[in-house]
């Protein structure tokens, strides 16, 4: 169970059909972006702020073997657990599930500050 997900919310982000057809979708829920990608796993949604130098670059980042890659200096970090292969720290990844055709994101709801980094 990601940490996220024990004070979480699941809030609507776009239709399964719509991911699928752009396998990339970058929108704003509750005051964060959130990147969500259509991969061979299915639905990923993680937090697109690279932690190399903390912008938000990851929704440009290029997609393949479960890896997504920062179009910045190269840093590359697990779609399935977050973690650097290349460079280091993690990304930030929230559980997602899809709920009669609607791709569904959990957020945390009152994320302590200590939580946020
Ligand atoms: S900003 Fe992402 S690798 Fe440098």
Same mark, same amino acid.
């Given at each position: 169970?990601?940490?996220?997900? %024990?004070h ?8 399964? =059909? +719509?991911?699928?057809? #752009?396998? %990339? /979708?970058?929108? !704003?829920? +509750? $005051?964060?972006? /959130?990147?969500?990608?259509? *991969?061979? $796993? &299915? =639905? ?7 932690? #190399?130098?903390?912008? #938000?670059?990851?929704? @440009?980042?290029?997609? =393949?073997?479960?890896?997504? *890659?920062?179009?910045? #200096?190269?840093? !590359?970090?697990?779609? @399935?657990? &977050?973690? =650097?292969? /290349? &460079?280091?720290? %993690? ?10 055709? !609607? ?5 945390p709801e009152h994320q302590p500050r200590w939580m946020q980094e």
């Open positions: 169970m990601l940490l996220e997900e %024990r979480s919310n699941f809030y609507p982000v776009c239709s399964l =059909a +719509e991911l699928q057809q #752009h396998s %990339r /979708i970058v929108r !704003t829920i +509750e $005051d964060r972006p /959130i990147l969500l990608l259509w *991969t061979e $796993d &299915g =639905a990923v949604a993680l937090d697109p702020q690279c932690p #190399h130098q903390h912008v #938000h670059s990851l929704d @440009r980042g290029s997609v =393949a073997c479960g890896e997504i *890659t920062c179009p910045n #200096h190269g840093w !590359t970090f697990s779609l @399935r657990t &977050g973690r =650097a292969r /290349i &460079g280091s720290g %993690r990304i930030r990844l929230f559980t997602v599930r899809i709920s009669e055709g !609607t791709v569904e994101v959990a957020l």
